[in-house]
């Protein structure tokens, strides 16, 4: 069975990139007090994830130009969120590993998200946001999209 055409305002693609950038902005409203870009919260989190890695393979693994990663991590072991180790495979690399400091602030933003989430899916059954969540899994599945991984990633620091 066919769905009808609806117009752009009705369409999937644009209501996803609408809630989806709506939703965005709130999460970054609500991490500013804690001090932390999205930005440096998927890096944070992902190295949560996956542990120590050397400064290449985080940005092949999340798409960040090598150069914007020089940066990010130099503003992250700054704020005593990483640390730069020299890799013990390659002595020319650096380890990055999550400290203390960055894991204590990935719990508090993780405190966040329960919040934002009932504000985003106020309204829905817990049966129609388990679905949601089911559909766009299955939606990020089907587009190749890394788990946990945020494409957003990719663009330079605003």
């Known amino acids: ?12 693609p644009f209501l996803l990139s609408q809630v989806g950038a709506r939703s965005a902005q709130l999460f970054a409203e609500r991490i500013a007090p804690l001090g932390v870009t999205p930005r440096a919260y998927g890096v944070l989190s992902y190295l949560a994830e996956t542990a120590s890695q050397t400064q290449q393979q985080l940005a092949t693994a999340l798409g960040i130009h090598r150069n914007n990663m020089v940066g990010l991590i130099d503003e992250m072991e700054a704020a005593g969120w990483v640390r730069r180790h020299r ?5 020319r690399a650096f380890d990055i590993r999550l400290t203390m400091t960055g894991s204590t602030l990935i719990a508090r933003v993780n405190r966040v998200l329960p919040a934002l989430e009932g504000d985003i899916a106020h309204g829905l059954s817990d049966d129609d946001r388990l679905a949601m969540v089911a559909s766009l899994m299955h939606i990020a599945r089907r587009l190749d999209l890394k788990p946990g991984v945020h494409p957003h990633l990719r663009s330079p620091s605003r």
């Open 87 to 91: 890799s013990k495979q390659d002595r």
């Open 1 to 12: 069975m066919a769905l009808p055409t609806t117009g752009h305002a009705e369409s999937l």
